[in-house]
Nanobody
Framework: QGQLVESGGGLVQAGGSLRLSCAASGRTVSAYTMGWFRQAPGKEREFVAACNWNGDSTYYADSVKGRFTISRDNAKNTVYLQMNSLKPEDTAVYYC????????????????????WGQGTQVTVSS
């Protein structure tokens, strides 16, 4: 059984940057849409960004548009989330997820549409 493993989280000051990685092992994700979600304490998990199977189509939540960039390297079976101009309200556990449909033409934005999940990585932005 494959797994997704996030890394790159940490503590950063407001205005700073972090780059999250999501490496897939035991499962090739090159044909799947990949997404990033986040969950802050006491809040529901929310959509952050999604990227189609070859990276030429992306979609972002309004709250991160213009600051975050999702990308992928299928040769490395890895997806990234570059986060710039971080704000305290970006503080959350960030999860990557894979949609199990191969070559899906749409970009799902709800957690229920994703089949495989990582364990999450904590991002804390101090003011």
């Amino acid at each position: 059984q494959g797994q997704l493993v996030e890394s790159g989280g940490g503590l950063v000051q407001a205005g700073g940057s972090l780059r999250l990685s999501c490496a897939a092992s035991g499962r090739t994700v090159s044909a799947y849409t990949m997404g990033w979600f986040r969950q802050a304490p006491g809040k529901e998990r929310e959509f952050v960004a999604a990227c189609n199977w070859n990276g030429d189509s992306t979609y972002y939540a309004d709250s991160v548009k213009g600051r975050f960039t999702i990308s992928r390297d299928n040769a490395k079976n890895t997806v990234y989330l570059q986060m710039n101009s971080l704000k305290p309200e970006d503080t959350a556990v960030y999860y990557c997820a894979a949609d199990g449909w191969r070559y899906r033409s749409t970009l799902p934005v709800t957690s229920a549409e994703y089949d495989y999940w990582g364990q999450g990585t904590q991002v804390t932005v101090s003011s």
